[in-house]
């Protein structure tokens, strides 16, 4: 733990009781005292703030003055219009590679005047010498250190948040915003990592630790791990990094096609134009031999990550291996996520997942398991 790094909240952590845990490199709390199950009860019904300050936040500014310049420069790395964002407004994307993989994915928001990423944690570094390779000629790659980053999640989010600045309530899903808490200016989106309503905010170290006390002041918030935050974004169907997606998934495998405009695909005004766009705007043509789907193991034994998918209860080839797997607090019941043979992707018959040598019964489940609660 000695070599880790620690976020500006490390002493609020252990001050609230936290079990830490080494995580992309950052010391980070796993739980506090609640434990896991009740602070993902907690979020579904309340609100929960979490540190995610070890996310990589970068600011993108066009050399040439004009926005739609650093948009255009930024499609060429990710198969997404970001030309087409307005201002104040922010959009899932993805790095891709020349073979169509997924090299991280992102959150983009249009800032008027720059555009402002956030990348993840374990990839973050890569993403930054990714963009510095490719995009210095046309835009100034800044890495923003000074500020901490906060997720305010939950149906409760925006009543807490909004009592410390009353145009948070105004805002709506992926809305982007700058908001003014303790004399200093805070980017904040409405948007999260959970399938609940709420707000990540990316606020100066220097006042940081007052907002996150101010929230926790409040009977509404709680204090919430990593061990939560994975059992809630895996309820809501969203993927991890180097999990349910890497550099060998292409977007389309990974039902992910959602999230590519019709003017990057083919006939569109700006087709292609990002690394393997071949394989990507074939795929949506034309399909993929395996997809991401949900998995509802039968009875109460969990389907892990790594666990080979089979047709039959006996025999046969595998058909796909879970991805993510854990139980689900909200919907009692373990679930999982995984990629399958197309074959068996839309569902309809039983599957196996081998278990310890003997296979378990289990369905293939629409994503998500449970319905997002976002304020359209």
Known sequence: MADLKRTVFFDLHNELGAKMVPFAGWEMPVQYGLGVMKEHLHTRAGAGLFDVSHMGQVILRPRSG???????AL????????LGLKEGRQRYAMFTNEAGGILDDLMVANRGDHLFLVVNAARKEADIAHLRAHLSESCEIEVIEDRALIALQGPKAEAALARLNPYAAGMRFMDSANLGFFGEECWVSRSGYTGEDGYEISVPAAVAV??????????????IGLGARDSLRLEAGLCLYG??????????EAALDWAIQKVRRRGG?????????ARILGELENGTTRRRVGILPEGRAPMRAGTALFAVAEGGDSIG??????YGPSIERPMAMGYVAI????????????????????????????APNYKR
């Open 75 to 82: 499609e060429s790395l990710v198969p997404v219009s970001v």
């Open 243 to 252: 999990h349910d997606i890497d550099e060998t998934t292409s977007p389309v």
């Open 269 to 277: 005004a700006r087709e292609g134009g990002f690394p393997g766009a």
């Open 210 to 223: 007052d907002l996150a006390r101010a929230l926790l002041e409040m009977d509404e918030v709680e204090a």
């Open 343 to 370: 074959d068996h992707a839309a569902g309809g018959g039983p599957i196996f997942g081998e278990v310890r040598g003997r296979r378990l019964p289990a369905t293939v489940s629409p994503l998500p398991f449970r």
């Open 321 to 326: 291996a879970v991805t993510s797997g854990a």
């Open 66 to 72: 004009a926005l739609a310049d650093a948009a255009l």
